[in-house]
């Protein structure tokens, strides 16, 4: 279903869950079986297939998953792992998480990914790993990234939260390093309510994962045995079935989220925003369709601006170091340390992009847009 009526409060994000897909989550709520079942399995088979990888290891959050693959590759206190100062703040937590110390990277004004040429600079004998994102649906140079790792001999862990069928050179991300995780959040491109997905070729790291997920629990001899202290990572089966019914429809999703973006591509024509970048070789699958504003501009007036014209809009991702854990903790001062990464944070707008806009939508927030 579309919001048709622009008159309406159009909000930043409404996931787009239809009549099948509430029909398979409730044969699993009757069934009784309610935790990591039949579609928990089915859901990580088309994650593995679709990304043309071994395993896929689905868990309770996005969040979980980036920190059990911190877990599995054992990162702990006195690790370095390096992280882009711009992302959802989950990306450096993890780190924390695990005792071990997120070192930042700024990002560019264009992808609002990583600058991948600052990545080496970063690099010590404590460094263990790099987490890049896809930040937006956009893939970051992730080719060049893990050439860089296997350089040093660090691993990759693909933050690929907001990339779900996103590529780089037709190979879809969170299949390039040695773990990829994905959430299943309701602003993400198809939903679990609640959800996240690992995806590796390491046999050992995955059969650890299946463990570490559901309190180091292996079964021997079909006995339940515990191997490892793990945690209580599962997902339950009807959110599987839910995030399950959507994936059916994936390519059509992202299709059609590609028109809404051109959409805006072709009517917002303000000066006082730049427009998101694209990238030969490098899909966009618009998590978030994310503006700049001028300097002239203040973020928060516009956002209150546009919430009295009917549309739901708000700053895109966090500029971690600039969070006041981050900044008291390591001293930074993320306006010079980090610049794009502070100002992508201060002056980005996010604005509505998904199934149940229609044109019009699209085409309203473009006006409204250039208006203000």
């Not at 990306?91 to 600052?118: H, K, M, Y």
């Not at 679990?192 to 001899?221: C, F, S």
């Not at 839910?242 to 051109?262: D, H, M, T, V």
Request: contains cysteine.
């Amino acid at each position: 279903m579309q919001v048709q009526n622009k008159t309406e409060f159009i909000p930043l994000a409404r996931p787009d869950i239809r009549d099948e897909d509430i029909v398979l989550m409730n044969s699993v709520l009757k069934s009784g079986m309610l935790v990591q079942g039949e579609y928990v399995a089915k859901l990580e088979k088309c994650f593995a297939d679709f990304h043309h990888v071994k395993h896929a290891i689905a868990v309770s959050n996005g969040t979980a998953s980036l920190h059990l693959a911190l877990k599995v590759l054992d990162i702990k206190e006195g690790d370095e792992v390096i992280v882009p100062a711009f992302s959802y703040v989950a990306t450096a937590n993890v780190v924390e998480l695990v005792g071990a110390t997120p070192v930042f990277v700024d990002i560019d004004l264009v992808s609002f990914n990583i600058r991948t040429e600052l990545i080496e600079q970063k690099i010590t004998s404590r460094t263990k790993a790099i987490i890049p994102v896809h930040e937006f649906g956009l893939a970051c140079d992730i080719e060049s990234i893990c050439a860089i790792a296997d350089k040093y001999g660090i691993y990759v862990i693909e933050d690929a939260a907001c990339a779900l069928g996103a590529t780089q050179n037709g190979k879809p991300v969170g299949g390039f390093g040695i773990l990829g995780s994905f959430s299943l959040h309701p602003r993400k491109s198809i939903t679990a309510g609640e959800g996240g997905v690992l995806l590796t070729n390491d046999d050992l790291k995955a059969q650890q994962l299946r463990q570490l997920r559901n309190h180091g629990i292996e079964i021997e001899d079909n006995n339940m045995v515990f191997v490892k202290a793990g945690f209580n990572y599962r997902m339950t089966d009807f959110q599987a079935a839910l995030a399950y019914s959507q994936f059916k429809r994936l390519e059509n999703i992202l299709e059609y989220k590609n028109k809404l973006a051109g959409i805006y591509f072709s009517s917002v024509k303000t000066p006082k925003v730049i427009l998101p970048g694209l990238f030969p070789g490098r899909n966009h699958t618009w998590q978030t369709f994310h503006l700049l504003l001028d300097e002239s501009l203040d973020q928060k007036e516009i956002i209150k601006r546009l919430k009295q014209k009917g549309i739901g809009t708000n700053y895109g991702a966090q500029c971690i170091p600039a969070q006041i854990y981050y900044r008291e903790k390591y001293n930074l001062s993320a306006d010079k340390l980090f610049p794009s990464a502070y100002k992508a944070y201060k002056k980005g707008l996010a604005i509505p992009i998904y199934e149940r806009l229609s044109d019009d939508n699209i085409l309203y927030i473009a006006r409204t847009i250039n208006e203000l």
